[in-house]
């Protein structure tokens, strides 16, 4: 028995290091070691031996055993590393190639240019405030003068949520509610920009949503000339040195006098265009000065401070800058037309 062991040992190890594949060393190790294989079949015959026998050869099995054994292990190694250096050879990657190109996005169009016109304004000064979506029917109208019974309160142009809550027509509530946080003895220099709704039919110029970006300056001794003066280095800055503006009467309930601003076609260069409607003049916001009923419920003194106002359109601005002719573009999220400003 011992010399069937040690020839089986010997057997089983010259088939190992002949074995190509994994699947071969596995029915080697079946045919040797499994509870039918030779070694065990060996070891059936123990029964026969002497007591004094019986350790001997199981000490010769043991031994048979752990070294089929460690020659299986070895042998797998072998050829598991010659698989995988097989297996990388043919999946090799040439890290000389140039890598696909990764895709990036950027801000919309209308982030940009808000982001922009803050940026002109906070170089002037004035401090970015931002306010509630859903306002109070006080603050949206009543506390920038606007009665019960204006025009500007119909039920066709405000979502109302309730008869005292609505969606904001505007942003002028967050300047109500800034000069009402101050006091009414402290000047003021801010920009609201933020997103407003009113009941209207979209087409390539209306939209039910848009957004805004008003301003206020309340101070001593402030003058139509600085509302001016304000206005001209945002106009150029936004569209060029060489533009001019124009300030033309108008009427707005929370300012008094009131004006729209109008800026130099850029087409014809004031001479008069298709875009410009022949007049040379396109116009781009409204503003003025703060009305002093509006000073006097906000807390200010209309005898010792004074203000002025503006409120534009940043689609509206858009439009004018990028020749963009609809409105509604900047809302259907088509990538065609955003990724034409990525760099804008």
């Known amino acids: ?102 895709k990036s996005g950027g801000p919309h169009l209308l982030t940009s240019i808000m982001e922009e016109i803050e940026d002109m304004f906070i170089g002037m000064g004035f401090e970015v405030r931002e306010g509630p979506q859903v306002e109070t029917d006080y603050f949206n109208f009543e506390a920038l003068n606007l009665p019960k019974d204006h025009p500007a309160r119909d039920m066709q142009d405000t979502f109302y949520i309730t008869n005292e809550l609505l969606l904001r027509t505007q942003t002028s509530p967050v300047q109500a509610r800034t000069m009402q946080s101050y006091g009414g003895d402290k000047p003021i220099k801010m920009i609201c920009p933020g997103i407003v709704y009113r009941r209207d039919n979209d087409d390539a110029t209306h939209s039910h949503q848009f957004t805004q970006i008003e301003g206020l300056f309340v101070d001593k001794h402030v003058r139509m000339s600085d509302l001016k003066g304000v206005l001209d280095v945002f106009a150029k800055k936004m569209f060029g040195q060489d533009r001019e503006i124009r300030l033309r009467p108008s009427f707005f309930p929370f300012t008094e006098p009131s004006v729209e601003m109008d800026i130099s076609c850029k087409v014809c260069g004031g001479e008069g265009c298709s875009v410009c409607k022949g007049t040379g003049w396109i116009e781009i916001l409204g503003a003025g000065m703060v009305h002093p009923r509006v000073l006097e419920m906000s807390g200010y003194d209309p005898a010792v401070y004074s203000g002025f106002a503006f409120g534009m359109g940043p689609e509206r601005i858009a439009m004018l800058k990028y020749g963009v002719n609809d409105i509604r573009q900047f809302y259907t999220n088509d990538k065609r037309f955003l990724k034409q400003f990525h760099q804008a």
């Open 1 to 102: 028995m011992k010399e069937q062991l040690q020839a089986l040992k010997q057997e089983a190890i010259e088939k190992i290091h002949q074995v190509q594949t994994l699947k071969e060393l596995q029915e080697i190790k079946v045919a040797y070691l499994g509870k039918k294989g030779s070694v065990t079949s060996v070891l059936k015959g123990m029964g026969k031996l002497t007591k004094e026998e019986r350790p001997v050869v199981g000490e010769i099995a043991n031994q048979v055993r752990a070294a089929i054994t460690e020659a299986i292990d070895n042998k797998q190694q072998v050829l598991e590393n010659e698989a995988l250096e097989k297996k990388l050879a043919q999946e090799a990657i040439d890290v000389t190639l140039p890598a696909r190109p990764i």
